[in-house]
């Protein structure tokens, strides 16, 4: 029999209820790195014992959690609005309904975990009985989310989570922001010593993300660029495709982790291009756990995970010079480096651990 973890001694066992983002089902795609988030901390806290239940939209999918299946209409993404853009739910909203569903369950639960960014949680939580833990996998966008998180984050300071320290700064309530980072199943990600001649970027291809520095990128250096990824905005993919019609980039599509790091792990290195203060970064890390080093503008969630010259290059942001000059030097960073770098900081265990302590003192109190 396999020894009891120390945090078995150290942790209650919890009833977890994890109420998913409302933009697409779990596995789509849609909503991004926070899928991934979700779906490593329901494994892992399952794994140490505590009881976790995920709600989602219809077609969420989850190997070993149990998942109950919301219908309703999907939450539009809310990347592109404006600080002004009001609150909007749609009818039969199915955000609506899951909170609906957390509400009648919830004194089956000890605690309940948001990971939507969104106005509705935040204004039900002092409606509930049980403490709601809110992970925000976003930087600030709008001044309603914001006035309606803040009011959370001073009534009950302990219950926001954030990705980063750059993250949490472009909130209001920065100072009480408890810092979880991510983490990975490490088993699922194989690393490569020997890289083929290409680039890669991954990541839903929308405006925020910036693909286009990328190809130009890739272009003036004449490597190829393969572009793994959700299209998120299909408006914004066939204005690239128009305004590069020559640049040596392939799309080749969505994969499930198990493929993406296979394709991602034989490429010289990963280019990441936010444009916007990107929370966290899931796939920076997922390319360190293969090996890969990262080329990524200073700015939010990267510029905390690569280290500069050591795992990678931080290189000034919107500058195509700078990422021309990390791929020029690529050779210079130890692959081993960056895979260890992975292990050190962003296991399963660590991500659990962070997470583990956080609901507990919530818990508690
Ligand atoms: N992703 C994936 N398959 C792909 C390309 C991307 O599953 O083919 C996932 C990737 O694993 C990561 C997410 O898309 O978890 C992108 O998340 P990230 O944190 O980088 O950015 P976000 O979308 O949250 O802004």
Known sequence: MEPLSSSFFESLMLKLLFLSTPVGPLGSGIGGGVELTLLNLAQEMSQRGHQVTVVGPVGSTLDHVSCREISGTWQEMIQNNHRDTPIILPENSVLGNMWDYARKIQSDYDLMVNFAFDWLPFYLTPFFEVPIAHFISMGSITDAFDEIMNRVAIKYPKTIGVYTRSQGETFPFNNICRILGSGLDLSLYHYCEIPENYLAWVGRIAPEKALEDAIEAAARVNIPLKIFGKVTDEEYWQTIRQNYPHAPYQYEGFFNTVELQEKLGRCQALLMTPRWVEAFGNVAIEALACGVPVIAY?????????????????????????????????????????????????????????FERWFDELVEN
Do not use: W
């Open 298 to 354: 200073t700015r939010g969630g990267p510029a905390e995970i690569v280290q500069d010259q050591k795992t990678g290059f931080l290189v000034e942001p919107d500058s195509i010079a700078g990422l021309v000059d990390g791929i020029n030097h690529i050779d210079q960073i130890e692959r081993k480096q960056c895979r260890q770098q992975a292990e050190a900081d962003y296991s399963l265990k660590a991500l659990g651990d962070r």
